[in-house]
């Protein structure tokens, strides 16, 4: 089996990738440009020199027309994002165009190969937004409240749209937050986590966060892309809810955090420049489908992944101080 992973240099696509590996896939990583690629999440996970990675500009349909006509791939996994709710405020039109045409070129790829191959894409759980009724479902109404979220919902309507007007197996896996040790620096608990770690012995380190009354559903990453892959093994293509079925307080992960680490609760300020100008307030989704249907097995509660990540922090600290000091 051969599989398309975009977006392979982040946290979910370098885990998928270990996943298809073990599985005996044959992985090609796309990328924007070979020499500035980020592999050092591959590198974490020992598998940079497994994994083949190839030069695509997904905003280029020729060149994704090519890369797909002149390869047989069986498997696309499309990870590939601005996936920054924060920065799509800052890049409203980068967000929007990037996350809506880089999908469709795909998909038209697809369509135009004739080829069988079956599409992943990473949906959001930020496309539902204002929800009257929680948890969400599938079948929840969107109110997208970000530039994120829009392009987020375009994309998942034209994946459903390519279903149903040209029969590809194509589907969305909508996945509620999930974190790693390898998520990026400036989302929320990976920020946290990293700081505490950092600085837990500095008295004048003092964390800086935004709104921390809000709730999310929170899940963990090396578990999320095992729902990623069972999607695409399906006899037929289905969207799912992917996410742990439970909201977690931000305020109550920091208090959790600097207690596991023996902070001062007190160690973190609001800072107004962090605020949104709107801000969902609480959500978690339903996992009863990808439980029952993909026979997908999660079990951490959120607590549980916190524990998980400060240790792997601590561990990476540890040797990074004391390859220093060699």
Not at 249 to 264: A, G
Not at 300 to 312: A, G, M, N, Q, R
């Amino acid at each position: 089996m051969k599989a398309i992973i975009t977006g392979i240099s982040g946290q979910d696509g370098a885990y998928l990738a270990k996943l298809l590996l073990e599985k005996g896939y044959s992985v090609t990583g796309i990328t924007r440009n070979n020499h500035t690629a980020n592999l050092e999440r591959l590198a974490y996970l020992n598998i940079e020199h497994q994994v083949q990675i190839e030069e695509c500009d997904l905003m280029d349909l020729s060149a994704v027309i090519n890369l797909i006509k002149t390869q047989d791939f069986d498997e696309i996994y499309n990870l590939a994002a601005q996936s920054s709710v924060g920065l799509s405020f800052s890049q409203p039109i980068g967000t929007l165009q990037f996350n809506t045409t880089s999908v469709i070129n795909l998909l038209e790829a697809i369509r135009l190969s004739k080829k069988n191959i079956k599409f992943y894409q990473a949906s959001s759980s930020e496309m539902y937004g204002k929800v009257k009724n929680l948890p969400v479902t599938i079948e929840t109404p969107m109110h997208p409240l970000s530039p994120y979220a829009i392009s987020k919902a375009s994309a998942y309507w034209m994946v459903v749209n390519y279903r149903e007007s040209y029969g590809l197996y194509a589907c969305n896996g909508v996945l509620f937050n999930h974190e790693s040790f390898l998520r990026a620096g400036n989302f929320f608990v990976k920020k946290i986590i990293s700081e505490a770690v950092q600085n837990k012995d500095n008295p004048d380190w003092m964390l800086k966060v935004g709104n921390i009354d809000i709730s999310r559903d929170f899940g963990y990453s090396a578990k999320y892309v095992e729902a990623m892959w069972l999607m695409l093994q399906q006899p037929c293509p289905k969207d799912y809810i992917i996410c742990s079925g439970q909201s977690v307080k931000l305020r109550s992960i920091i208090e959790y955090v600097f207690k596991t680490l023996n902070i001062s609760t007190e160690k973190y300020y609001i800072d107004k420049s962090l605020l949104r100008p709107t801000d969902i307030e609480d959500i978690y989704g339903d996992n009863e489908q990808a439980r029952k249907e993909l026979n997908w097995d999660y079990q951490y509660s959120f607590f549980d992944v916190i524990d998980l990540l400060i240790k792997e922090e601590q561990a990476f600290i540890n040797n990074k101080n004391n390859n220093s000091q060699l």
